[in-house]
């Protein structure tokens, strides 16, 4: 398999084995009454990462930035955050702020009041005050706005006051709770990039709680995938794409086959795989730990190929089927095609010219076909 | 005069059916009810003491001279305007009695405010950070008092704070003190009194402030480095103002002019507005001096609340 590490820079520090993380939760486990919201969780972040917690609603990403804000203490295991034990530590001696998902700003207070918040806090002489409040102001570009209240701004600008106050006291670490779920999708896309960019500029470690794949791809370095307390995977974007760990975390991120099979045969990195229809899945570069009982092959919509005629004989991963349904979305058109066996098999194809020869439309029928290294084995 | 205005309502009552102009009638219909409510009820009768105040004793039925009426015709009415006197209120400033009884009234009723201001927000503080399927039930336990009368839950303070009443009693018995504590017929009664009988009024404003805050903000506050004794100050009580404001008024005007409260507890030495305006009124039957006192009392709370208004009215037209 080709490497699938960071695209956008070459940062990666947990693929170093000499690197410290710097924030590290040691098999936390967090109860309320007979609820466990984080069980036995082990996770490391390192500094400047950009680093996303990725899971449905109560599956516990929202108590794992608490625990590290302080609004709540672990039941067991410890979290450090650059060495130091932050057992006891209450929120306000933490070297770390929080952008709350309903902002918090102070309603009785000015954008500018807002910002200079943290800084009172610290003691820090006035005229240092006013330089790192202008200093944020432009950095949000709300320069105009520093007297107004915060229900005399719009959700985007509140949004961007939030920022400003999280991270005018530079932080160790800067903790997101939902940092875009209140803003609309086209706002959403471009803040998306402007946080990208804050932490580079600013040199911060981001740890940030999301629902919204999406959002965790585009921005985050690494992404851990929760469920019910515990991680399912933590790996970077191209990764989880590309190369999920288990059947659950393939579902959770973009759209997934899943063709469920028993493994007939091994030879080196080569699998054959006997699909529940009776069809034979050729997969390259299967991982080593594979080589019998139940697997599921995944694969992604885009990677398969849907075409009216029937492939040259002898080639690899073929299937026929009849068009189901199908979605013409302008840049692209999926198809849902309805294997012998009944299984539906979503497939997408970028509508690369105009007018396309290979129309096709619905109860046609069609060939499935995708290369032997396009999916995935999972075991789990 | 409160016959000519209600006999208005229906005049304009049929106005309502006819389209969009009997639309706007309406409205204006639904906003003339409150008002004629305040001026049937309050305006007129105010008028009436205030006329009173202006009047001379006289021993007679009713106690003073001039009353007006038409039956001298126009003429007679008018002389009679001329009869009127400020020399009530002249009294009022001569005798030093009022003075210290209007004194003495605010001071008690500011500290009464302010110790039931203590003591109401941690309680509203409570029910607001209280689960929400135990609110109502707090919020009952609040209301309960009410079922009872209030001049028979301040007699049964009488039981409880006499010498030989339950209180000490207590206090003897767990050898807290050896010889009662003299509490009854002293100001501590009549605050004990007021800060019990009014505390549902400050903290059901207070809880009402304080349920609508978003409690993140005090989790913000901490998260920015702030201790909780410092964001309670610094983000709690300014968001709860609205609360403290409306629950002190709430607790301060009633208090001001409270008369069952020091009658029955307090003592005889005991120098409140309302206790003096009651002797004025009925064992003095002086009703132009108590009229004079009581539009005094009028003024001392409602110049307050007016400039307060407007204070909120301009920070109000500010912040948009």
Redesign the interface.
């Known amino acids: 398999m080709k490497s699938l590490g960071s695209i956008r820079r070459s940062f990666a520090p947990w693929a170093d084995p000499a690197a410290k993380p710097y924030i590290s939760f040691e098999n936390i486990t967090k109860r309320f009454g007979d609820f466990t919201a984080v069980n036995n969780l082990s996770l490391d972040i390192y500094e400047r990462e950009f680093f996303a917690l990725l899971g449905a609603s109560g599956c516990g990403k929202s108590t794992l930035l608490r625990m590290l804000a302080g609004f709540e203490e672990p039941t067991s295991g410890r979290i450090l955050l650059d060495g130091q034990d932050l057992r006891g530590i209450p929120p306000y001696r933490r070297p770390v702020n929080m952008m709350f998902q309903s902002y918090a700003l102070f309603p009785h207070m000015s954008v500018e009041q807002n910002i200079a918040f943290g800084l009172k806090q610290d003691g820090m002489p006035k005229a240092q005050i006013a330089e790192r409040v202008a200093e944020m102001l432009k950095l949000v570009k709300l320069e105009q706005f520093a007297r107004r209240k915060p229900h005399q701004l719009s959700g985007g600008q509140r949004q961007r006051v939030a920022l400003a106050r999280s991270v005018a006291k530079r932080p160790k670490v800067l903790l997101l709770d939902e940092p875009l779920g209140a803003l609309d999708k086209k706002l959403r896309e471009e803040t998306q990039f402007e946080l990208m960019d804050l932490q580079q500029n600013l040199g911060l470690t981001f740890v940030v709680v999301t629902h919204d794949q999406e959002e965790a791809m585009t921005m985050a370095d690494r992404i851990a995938i929760l469920d019910k307390g515990e991680v399912m995977q933590v790996a970077t974007p191209a990764e989880i794409y590309e190369a999920p760990a288990s059947r659950f975390v393939a579902g959770f991120v973009g759209t997934v086959n899943l063709l469920e099979g028993r493994v007939m045969s091994r030879d080196g990195a080569t699998l054959r795989i006997k699909g529940a229809s009776g069809a034979e899945i050729l997969v390259e570069n299967a991982p080593d730990s594979v080589s019998s009982g139940e697997v599921a092959f995944a694969i992604r919509p885009e990677k398969i190929k849907v075409s009216p005629r029937q492939p040259a004989e002898g080639t690899p991963n073929v299937m026929a089927g009849e068009i189901f349904d199908l979605a013409y979305l302008g840049d692209m058109t999926v198809y849902h095609v309805r294997l012998a066996d009944g299984q539906v098999v979503k497939a997408s194809a970028l509508n690369s010219a105009r007018v396309s020869e290979d129309q096709l439309t619905w109860n046609d029928r069609a060939f499935v076909s995708f290369a032997p290294d396009a999916g995935v084995v999972l075991t789990r | 005069m409160a016959q000519s205005m209600a006999s208005d309502r229906p005049d304009a009552a049929p106005a309502v059916s006819s389209g969009g102009l009997g639309k706007a009638v309406g409205n204006r219909l639904v906003i003339i009810v409150p008002y004629l409510w305040l001026f049937v009820f309050f305006l007129v009768p105010f008028l009436i003491v205030f006329k009173i105040s202006l009047s001379t004793t006289a021993i007679a039925m009713p106690p003073y001279v001039p009353v007006f009426g038409l039956e001298d015709g126009l003429s007679g009415l008018i002389a009679s305007l001329g009869e009127l006197t400020l020399d009530n209120y002249l009294w009022l400033t001569d005798d030093a009695l009022y003075f210290n009884a209007y004194i003495s009234s605010i001071t008690i009723a500011a500290v009464s405010t302010l110790i039931t201001l203590a003591v109401g927000f941690p309680i509203a503080y409570g029910m607001a950070r209280a689960p929400t399927s135990l609110r109502p039930t707090l919020l009952m336990l609040v209301i309960l008092p009410f079922w009872t009368s209030f001049l028979i839950r301040v007699y049964a303070w009488i039981g409880i704070l006499k010498p030989e009443g339950l209180l000490n009693q207590f206090l003897i018995w767990t050898g807290a003190i050896d010889s009662p504590l003299l509490i009854l017929n002293t100001n501590t009664a009549i605050y004990i009194g007021i800060v019990y009988s009014y505390l549902p009024f400050m903290v059901l404003p207070l809880y009402s402030a304080l349920e609508k805050m ?1 409690y ?2 005090v ?10 004794a ?1 964001a309670f100050w610094k ?1 709690t009580f ?2 709860a103002l609205p609360g403290v404001v409306a629950g002190s008024m709430l607790v301060f005007i009633p208090a001001m002019g409270e008369f069952v409260i020091p009658d029955l507890l307090g003592g005889s030495q005991t120098l409140m507005i309302g206790k003096t305006l009651w002797n004025e009124f009925f064992n003095n039957r002086d009703w132009p001096v108590s009229s004079a006192v009581a539009v005094i009392l009028l003024l001392l709370l409602v110049v307050p609340i007016m400039l307060f208004q407007q204070a909120q009215a301009r920070s109000l037209e500010k ?2």
Not at chain 2, 219 to 226: H, R
Request: with cysteine; proline share 16%.
């Open positions: 978003d993140s903000l989790e913000a506050a901490q998260d920015l480095g702030c201790p909780p410092s983000i300014p968001l912040g948009r």
